[in-house]
């Protein structure tokens, strides 16, 4: 099964937010290079960045999951 990459972050935190949304919505997402960047400061930057990925079946539906998520997540603009 390959593995394709959804979501690249430089913080863990950020990475196991899309892991979760990925995995409550029923994909088969693994978080890659996290103990690497935990373990080495800048390793992360350096590495690309803590990889979310999912099988390359999954990969459409899941891109699409995450660009709706964040944005919902924008703020709307306020009326002046």
Do not use: W
Not at 10 to 23: G, K, T, V, Y
Not at 52 to 64: R, S, T
């Amino acid at each position: 099964m390959k593995l394709v990459t959804v979501f690249t972050a430089l913080n863990p935190a950020q990475a196991q937010l899309a892991h979760s949304q990925l995995e409550a919505a029923g994909f088969h997402s693994v978080v890659m290079g996290e103990a690497a960047a935990l373990s080495m400061d800048g390793y992360a930057l350096a590495a690309g960045g803590i990889r979310v990925q999912v099988p390359e079946e999954e990969a459409e539906d899941a891109n699409l999951l995450l660009r709706a998520s964040e944005n919902s997540s924008e703020e709307p603009p306020t009326a002046n």
